[in-house]
Structures are given as structure tokens and as C-alpha cells.
């Protein structure tokens, strides 16, 4: 982390001088440094990717997880029943190619951790890195000597290249911060005396964030088994992210 910082009186030859009136005073200060980021959550065993919730305990802890099949839904009025999958395995039929390719990208767990539905079984640390820059501004400016004016604009850009271990791509978000970009204030001693001083100022603040999205890490849309009708509307590829 560096920063540098510059101030004077505003003067320009043969159009103004304000050696006694106006003054000036800039800073940068620059930060580059890497963040430290733990990722954590749920994602499915080996046997639930195939299909497989025999070994899956409930999310409240109270037995086995138990799937019904959507397809035998029956039911008349506000009431309705689905017949459960036997021993909560979904045949390997009714399985979607492209639920099957996500899962073929997305990590498996490391952590030893019962396979219960809400605890979360993977892990992973890194780093990423983070640029910082902030600049402050700041015109000071004397009518008379009991009126004053200074103007002040600070700006803060952060751009962060916060890596998602999910898949092997990198998501960037790009945060640009405006704070405080004007603050202009007056205070002004009243001509009668000098024991009273009224102070007028004024502030206002913006704040700008965009975000943009990595290339997906390599992902294609066709290696996920989606529809071509999908793959030939993509302008870019696709990238997974889980949460937990």
C-alpha cells in the first residue's frame, strides 16, 4: 500500500493569484493486496448423484430422507398425493442428462460429514486479489475573513477478482464506490459580533457498483447436455456457482 499527497495555494500566472485566498490539497492512496476466501457447502454424495437418497438423513435429523415421485401425482380439489420412489432411489431412466452433466462439474465432498440434507460437506480456501484506489480533493476558499467556502470530492474504486471454487472459473466483480463526491460548505461570523459563528453545509453522497461476470471457466453450454435450440442462442459461455 502506497499513497502520495499534494497541496498549495491555486496560482496561475497573469490570470489569478490566490496565494492568500485559495488552496488546493489532492491524495491517491493505492492498495493492492490478496483477500483470503473459505468457501462452504452442501453438494451431493456419490450416491445421490446417481440417483441414490437411501443414506440421506432429513434435513430435521428424524429418520431418512423420503422422495416422491412427481409423476404419480393424483388428487381432487385442494387435495392431492404422490406415490413414494422405493427406498428413495430414483431410477436411473428418469434421470435428466442435463441435471447429470451439472453434477459432473460441480466437486464432490471432503469434508467427513453425515450425508444430511442443510450440513454443509465441502470446503475449500484461497486467495484472491484486491485493488484499491482512493482519491480525496479538497478546494478551500476565503472571501473575507469571516467567510469561508471549501469543496470537497472523494472517490473509492475497488475491483476484486473473487474466485469461485465451485467450477474452475473465476467470477470478477468489478465494484467501482463514489462517497462523497461533493461537500461544499460555508461558514459565515455575523459582522456584529464575533462570539457567534453559523456554519451553512450541505453533503451528498453516490455509491456505483457493477458487477460483471467471468467466461464460466471453460464451461460450454453443449458439455451440459442443454438443448440445442440453448446452445445456438449462446453468445458466451456459462459458468456454476453453489451455495449453502
Not at 493486496?33 to 448423484?49: F, M, Y
Not at 443414506?55 to 416422491?68: A, P, V
Not at 432411489?89 to 440434507?117: E, H, Q, Y
Not at 472517490?155 to 465494484?175: E, F, G, H, S, W
Amino acid at each position: 500500500m502506497w499513497g502520495i499527497n499534494a497541496a498549495g495555494p491555486v496560482h496561475f500566472p497573469r490570470l489569478y493569484k490566490g496565494q492568500d485566498r485559495t488552496f488546493i490539497s489532492v491524495s491517491l492512496e493505492w492498495d493492492d493486496r490478496k483477500q483470503a476466501s473459505t468457501r462452504r457447502s452442501r453438494v451431493p454424495t456419490d450416491l445421490e448423484r446417481l440417483g441414490d437418497f437411501s443414506q440421506t438423513i432429513r434435513r430435521d435429523g428424524m429418520g431418512l430422507l423420503e422422495l416422491y415421485d412427481p409423476l404419480t401425482t393424483t388428487g381432487t380439489g385442494n387435495t392431492s398425493r404422490r406415490q413414494l420412489f422405493p427406498n428413495a432411489k430414483i431410477p436411473a431412466s428418469r434421470l435428466d442428462p442435463t441435471g447429470v452433466a451439472v453434477l459432473g462439474v460441480m466437486p464432490k465432498p471432503n469434508l467427513d460429514i453425515a450425508p444430511r440434507i442443510g450440513l454443509q460437506n465441502w470446503s475449500v480456501s484461497g486467495y484472491y486479489p484486491v485493488l484499491q484506489r482512493h482519491f480525496m480533493g479538497r478546494v478551500d476558499h476565503n472571501f473575507s475573513s469571516r467567510n469561508r467556502l471549501f469543496a470537497r470530492l472523494g472517490l473509492l474504486k475497488r475491483d476484486q477478482n473473487a474466485l469461485d471454487y465451485t467450477t474452475p472459473r473465476a467470477v470478477t466483480a468489478a465494484t467501482t464506490t463514489t462517497s462523497g463526491p461533493s461537500r461544499p460548505s460555508q461558514s459565515t461570523i455575523p459582522l456584529r459580533s464575533l462570539q457567534h459563528v453559523g456554519s451553512l453545509r450541505y453533503g451528498y453522497s453516490r455509491r456505483f457498483i457493477h458487477t460483471r461476470n467471468g467466461d464460466g471457466g471453460g464451461l460450454d453450454p453443449a458439455e451440459l447436455k442443454v438443448p440445442q435450440a440453448i446452445v445456438n442462442n449462446q453468445f458466451t459461455k456459462v459458468g456454476l456457482s453453489s451455495t449453502g
